[in-house]
């Protein structure tokens, strides 16, 4: 009898040690496959395609600005303007006929009016006919030179003289009565009427 009863035991703990290693064993697959699928999944979701760089743009070259050179225009200055420069006797004469309906006259040598300007050319507007004298002229520091007014047909705002393209800047003219004519004039008077200035009076 207590060999049997001991044979019984045994084979009852065999058994229940056979039950508890195959339950065991079976959550321990369940484990282990569990924690392969989570790290499976971690990692799936924890990988992430790195998006290429962003392009940057590169910007436009702006072109460097350019200024243009001032346009002069030409503008005509009377006689009567407060910046010319009178010298001497000087006679108001002139008519309808004149620009701007005057002008002045001298036969004095010791007569003289300067203009001073800027600019690129300068043009004197006389009258001009048969006892009409000479003007002298002096240009910037350059010699005197004549201009000959005497005309077989007079007339009114005539150009007797222009410079012709100058350096731009700042330019000096001094109109004197030369006191002498053409032998033809019955003259040696003069008239200034007006200046056209390609730039500006000062």
């Avoid at 070259?61 to 006797?89: F, H, I, K, N």
């Avoid at 002298?136 to 005197?144: A, E, H, I, V, Y």
Wanted: proline share 4%; charged share 15%.
């Amino acid at each position: 009898m207590k060999r049997s009863a001991f044979l019984a035991l045994l084979s009852t703990a065999m058994v229940s040690l056979m039950l508890a290693f195959a339950l065991g064993g079976c959550e321990s697959l369940d484990a282990t496959e569990a924690t392969t699928t989570t790290a499976t999944s971690v990692a799936a979701a924890t990988t992430v395609t790195s998006a290429p760089p962003p392009t940057v743009a590169t910007s436009a070259t702006v072109p460097t600005p350019t200024t243009s050179a001032a346009v002069l225009v030409t503008t005509r200055y009377e006689e009567d303007d407060s910046r010319l420069q009178w010298e001497g006797p000087w006679t108001f004469t002139g008519g309808a006929s004149d620009s701007g309906g005057s002008c002045r006259y001298t036969e004095d040598s010791a007569s003289s009016v300067t203009v001073k300007f800027s600019g690129t050319d300068i043009s004197l507007i006389s009258g001009v006919g048969l006892a009409i004298g000479e003007i002298r002229l002096t240009l910037d520091s350059g010699g005197s030179f004549t201009v000959d007014c005497y005309r077989t047909t007079g007339g009114h705002q005539e150009t007797a003289w222009s410079s012709g393209p100058l350096d731009p800047g700042t330019h000096y003219l001094k109109i004197e009565c030369a006191g002498t004519c053409n032998p033809a004039s019955g003259g040696v008077g003069i008239y200034v009427d007006a200046f056209d200035i390609t730039g500006t009076l000062q």
